[in-house]
Each structure stands twice: as C-alpha cells, then as structure tokens.
C-alpha cells in the first residue's frame, strides 16, 4: 500500500467542483494554529520537544472521533515525490517539509481524518496547524468541521494559551484566534476590464490580503487569487469567516459583472481570447506549467461563460493538479527534465480534452482516467 492509498480521497475532494459558486471560487481552507505549553515553538523547537508533541498528539488521536482510525505520515518516512505530490496537492505546506533538497525534520507529520475532510499539521511553523480544505465557496462549513476538532484536541491537549492575547503561536500575526481562512478565486474578468487593481486594493483596506496558488510567497499566475484575512487578535473566529464571507461574495457579484460586460462590449474579442486559448491547450505539443495556467483562464472563463461547451469545472481543476512536476513524474515512474516534462504536461491536456464531453460528470471513469498519475 502506497502513502495516498491511506488517505479518503487521494486528499482530492477539493478538486470537484461541488460547492457553492464553483465556476469562480475553485476551494475553501480554514486553518488554525495551536501549540502546547512547555515546548519551545517553530524554530526554537529542538528535536526532543518536536517529537513529544508528536506522541501527545498521537496519544490525543485514539481519544478523537473525528481522527481515530486515520492514516498519519511521518515526513522524515515518506519518499521525497510523494511529500511533493502533496504539497502540489495543497494537503502540506512547504515548512512541514523542510528546506530543499534536505529531509524533513524529525517529529514532522501530517494525519487525515476517515470521517471529516479535516487534516493535522504536526511540527510545522505552530505545533498543531487543524485545516479543512473544501471545494467551492463554503467557509463556514470548514469553519464548523475545524471548530469541533479543535474542541476535541483541547480537551486532551495543553495549548498554550493568555488570557489577554488568545492562543499563542510562532508568529506573531497569527496571534489570538489563530485561524487564517482563505478562499482561492478565479477572477480573469476583473482582469480583463483592468478592474482587479481597484478589487484588490478594496480588500486590502478591509484587513485582507491576497497571494497565488500556493499561499505566502507564490506568484499569481493565470488570474488565480488567494484571498485571506491578514491578522487573528481582536477578533473572533466567526467574525473572521464572516467578515471575509461577505467581502468574497461581493468579489464573485463582481467577476460576474465583468464577465457580463466582456460579453457585452467585447464579445469578439472575449471569444477569439477563448478560443485561441482552448486551441492552444488543445493542440500544443510542449507547455510549461506557467503557459499552461494562463491559457487555463480564458478557457475556464469561456466554460463559465458557455462558449465551450462540453468542458467541466472538474476536469479544469484537474489539469492544474496532474501536470505539476511531481505528478507528471510519478506517471512516468521516473525524473523528467524540463523539456520532457513540458511534453508529458501537454500530453496530459490533450487526452483530457480530447476526452471531454464524452464522459458524463457522474461516470467514475473520469478518476480512472488520473490512476496513472496517481502514486
């Protein structure tokens, strides 16, 4: 049994486009971070308190319902492909595995949970990182799934807490309830009518921020937004998931108009963009994953849109998982080099689209079709 055959999913759900506005919001993760009193946190942490959070975790698993009888994977035991596949699967982020091209630190884990879509960090910058990860615009149900883990953990676990402050973490910016929420948005009609400057400014002034497909410190390519609260203290956990429900579904009225307005000032060119997009994926023989991201977005816009139809949400999210390096690479069971791996990505987009509309939403063919790029 491989590492992905232990986890619900493959750890994929997010990919399948059922949750509210899925044509727009692609995900939803609601994050919070704990840390135990009397062990050094993030870096100051030595090897001897990393590993005895880790077994006061494990002892706390056998006494969770919603964790026991998950699949926990120690970092430093998991071949180094599959902790890339699930970094690109956005199930781990880049601290829990270390510095490249050196081995995860020991006491570093990841557990998932059989019964929620809930996942634990273990050792990352915080002790304990609790995320849910769901597809479509659905905070506030990560929120609750993320709420009652944390009840759970709490009752067996000494986090570090103050009165005055709130829960105390390694950084100081996640301070207080600990919780960043974030939404990961397509807007390539905010783009295009140049009105993403304005957006993005308006929801800077509200207390948020935005980054690329990977969080802090990814670059944002292909109109592909993360949209997430900047600070913890002062407030409460449902007035975060509140306050940046509210400012994303005033984002996604907005990337409506605009795509509306394309359609209605520009519809030539709006198709042309489309088309030349599709045509592109369709037919290239060599795409970088950049390339491939950016003709992604007139392409799902034009879905969206219905100019294209016939193309799934589903199987849109999927390109952007399969044809990263890792995958690609464990398709092929060995290393690629940049140029082999630009011609198995578009390789791989070519037999989805050339697939596409011939498999009903609700045949399982469509996961068979990734086993072999599954580990």
């Not at 727009?24 to 308190?49: C, E, H, K, M, W």
């Not at 601290?95 to 006491?107: I, V, W």
């Not at 203290?233 to 409506?256: F, N, P, S």
């Not at 060995?334 to 989805?352: F, G, K, P």
Request: negative net charge; hydrophobic residues 40%; glycine residues 8%.
């Amino acid at each position: 049994m491989n590492d992905f055959e232990a986890i619900p999913d493959h750890g994929l759900s997010w990919l399948e486009a059922s949750g509210e506005h899925s044509d727009i919001v692609l995900s939803t993760r609601v994050r919070i971070a704990r840390n135990l009193q009397g062990y050094a946190f993030g870096p100051r942490a030595r090897v001897n308190d990393r590993e005895a959070v880790l077994k006061q975790f494990r002892h706390s698993v056998e006494r969770s319902d919603v964790l026991r009888g998950g699949a926990l994977l120690e970092m430093p035991t998991v071949s180094e492909r599959t902790r890339r596949i699930l970094y690109e699967r956005r199930l781990v982020t880049r601290d829990l595995l270390g510095e490249a091209g050196d081995d995860p630190a020991h006491g570093t884990a990841v557990h998932f949970s059989r019964r929620e879509p809930v996942s634990v960090m273990v050792n990352e910058e915080d002790h304990l990182r609790v995320q849910s990860l769901l597809s479509g615009l659905r905070l506030h149900e990560a929120w609750d799934i993320v709420d009652r883990l944390d009840e759970e953990l709490g009752r067996e676990l000494p986090f570090a807490y103050h009165p005055e402050f709130g829960f105390l973490t390694s950084c100081p910016t996640n301070v207080g309830s600990g919780l960043r929420a974030s939404v990961f948005m397509h807007l390539p009609g905010l783009v295009e009518t140049r009105e993403i400057t304005a957006a993005l400014k308006g929801i800077t002034e509200l207390g948020l921020t935005f980054r690329g497909l990977f969080g802090e410190g990814s670059e944002v390519v292909g109109s592909f937004f993360q949209i997430s609260n900047q600070t913890t203290l002062g407030r409460t956990e449902e007035d975060l998931v509140d306050h940046l429900d509210r400012v994303v579904r005033k984002l996604i009225r907005d990337e409506a108009k605009a795509r509306q307005i394309l359609i209605r000032d520009a519809s030539a060119e709006t198709e042309d963009k489309v088309w030349r997009a599709y045509g592109t994926l369709r037919y290239a023989r060599l795409l970088s994953f950049d390339e491939l991201m950016g003709f992604l977005a007139p392409v799902r816009m034009g879905m969206s849109l219905k100019l294209l139809p016939g193309l799934r949400v589903y199987s849109l999210n999927k390109m952007m998982v399969f044809t990263q390096l890792a995958h690609l690479e464990q398709a092929a069971g060995r290393e690629l080099s940049i140029e082999e791996s630009d011609a198995h990505r578009a390789a791989y987009v070519r037999r989805v689209l050339a697939t596409e509309g011939e498999v009903s939403p609700s045949d399982d063919e469509s996961r068979g079709d990734d086993q072999s790029a599954q580990p």
